[in-house]
């Protein structure tokens, strides 16, 4: 099995700074792409920040400048650094990745996506 354990949120102040890990552990090959994703309530899960295995990062507009998404394939963790948070960041955070996963004795592998469990952000006005 995978599993993916956040860790990280909280309570801030706006204007605050919170920094978000996700490691990731089982039986897997590797891990391709790995995301942040946010749900707040009412509101759709919505995909925060996502970087591939060789680094290169993608952002939701309405974090761009403010959050940086990073992460250590030896450590097999994607971090999400949150500067300048708003009360409108409020949800709870979630990490997903693409893991390879042998199929069969033969060796063939195969990709699914896994979640973690989740992390609450609040920011106070």
């Known amino acids: 099995q995978v599993q993916l354990v956040e860790s990280g949120g909280g309570l801030v102040q706006a204007g605050g700074s919170l920094r978000l890990s996700c490691v990731a552990s089982g039986d897997f090959k590797s891990i391709n792409n790995m995301g942040w994703y946010r749900h707040a309530p009412g509101e759709q899960r919505e995909l925060v920040a996502s970087?591939?295995?060789?680094?290169?990062?993608n952002y939701a507009d309405f974090v761009k400048g403010r959050f940086t998404i990073s992460r250590d394939n030896a450590k097999n963790t994607v971090y999400l650094q949150m500067n300048s948070l708003e009360p409108e960041d409020t949800a709870v955070y979630y990490c997903n990745g693409q893991f390879r996963r042998v199929a069969n004795v033969e060796g063939a592998t195969y990709e699914r996506v896994y979640w973690g469990q989740g992390t609450q952000v609040t920011v106070s006005s």
């Open positions: 970087i591939t295995s060789g680094g290169t990062t």
